[in-house]
């Protein structure tokens, strides 16, 4: 890579990619624990793997991978707000949430759908860690909303073309 690589125009150039957003969150003895990503991608359809990527400077996941086992929170187009709460560190965001029914991990009230896993492996990226997960359960919660979308800084949301 050139000497003349600015990070500033590398996040200006990916900003042109718009990525869904989800909350990962844990259940710590009742306490909901999070944090948005937008770095979630499925991995693998068999077996079912997810990948999705912490900062290392996240004071949330090193608490999510102690307990083992999480729920991925796809936000619907109308969530800007809890995706908003779960990005000010050290906060426990003031969301309504219930216990997935397979393992306890929080399913946010109002997603478009949960993705309730287990911690498979991890690998470490830059200033990202890269995590993959076993799939062990799954539900659409919210069917005829559309997800919530981050594009050049901003959120938005999907419209089918035309």
């Given at each position: ?30 306490e ?20 999705f ?14 307990l ?95």
């Amino acid at each position: 890579m050139s000497s003349e690589f600015d990070v500033s125009d590398f996040r200006h150039v990916v900003s042109h990619f718009a990525t869904g957003v989800v909350a990962v969150c844990g259940n710590e003895k009742g306490e909901l624990i999070g944090f948005a990503a937008q770095s979630f991608v499925s991995l693998s359809l068999e077996p079912p793997l997810i990948l999705f990527c912490p900062q290392k400077t996240s004071t949330s996941w090193p608490r999510i991978r102690s307990l083992g086992k999480f729920c991925i929170n796809v936000l619907a187009e109308d969530q800007g707000d809890v995706s908003e709460a779960f990005a000010m560190t050290g906060e426990v965001p003031d969301i309504s949430w219930h216990e997935n029914s397979i393992s306890g991990t929080p399913a946010l009230d109002g997603v478009i759908a949960t993705i309730d896993c287990t911690l498979n492996t991890e690998h470490e990226a830059g200033d990202h860690t890269i995590v993959v997960a076993d799939v062990r359960g799954l539900k659409v919660e919210r069917p005829n909303l559309g997800p919530l979308l981050f594009f050049q800084g901003a959120y938005g949301h999907f419209a089918p073309a035309s």
